[in-house]
């Protein structure tokens, strides 16, 4: 019976304070899994650097410094090569993490739905001032008024978006719009019995 060694290749991973644009960050405790499933750890040199070599495919990381929100990527390494990251200091304030990034991450597409607001019908008048909240298909809130012209306009991560329309006098209306690209729709609000 013969042995066939896996392929190793090596990820140097460089991280930052902030955005990928901040000072490198030493002393952030790594570690991971590479494809195959073998655990590994490491600390950024002073020059925010740490390298680590696995067998190809998805690899998952954990970057932790005290002070700093803890993040989790994981990165495709099908070859030797280098690839950042960064940490958001933490926020005592906020309950959620805020750290993420990667620098093969591509932004996440963007839409815009402008919604037209009638009285009674989508053949009755434009109401200005109706109060607007709701949630983009990536979880992102958001909320506006109404103008003149009973419009309001937001932008978000395409796919199903959840709606609030609340106005004095008239019922709130709970909708969902399928947002997937810049588009205009229209609601109508109810007067209040």
Do not use: C, R
């Amino acid at each position: 019976m013969t042995a066939v060694s896996q392929e190793q290749v090596t990820l140097t991973t460089y991280v930052h304070d902030g955005s990928l644009d901040g000072p490198v960050l030493s002393d952030v405790q790594i570690t991971g899994q590479d494809a195959a499933g073998n655990t590994f750890q490491g600390t950024t040199d002073s020059n925010g650097a740490a390298s680590f070599s696995g067998v190809p495919g998805t690899w998952a990381f954990t970057f932790t410094k005290d002070g700093y929100d803890t993040l989790n990527l994981n990165y495709e390494v099908n070859e030797t090569q280098e690839a950042a990251a960064f940490l958001q200091e933490a926020s005592p304030s906020q309950g959620e993490a805020a750290s993420q990034g990667e620098a093969t991450t591509e932004p996440q597409a963007q839409a815009t739905l402008t919604v037209d607001v009638h009285d009674g019908s989508l053949d009755g008048a434009l109401l200005p001032g109706v109060q607007i909240t709701g949630q983009d298909a990536g979880g992102n809130t958001f909320q506006g008024t109404t103008d003149s012209n009973g419009a309001a306009a937001f932008s978000g991560v395409p796919g199903t978006w959840a709606f609030t329309f609340t106005k004095d006098g008239y019922d709130t209306l709970n909708l969902n719009y399928s947002v997937n690209e810049t588009q205009e729709a229209a609601a109508y609000l109810l007067k209040a019995t």
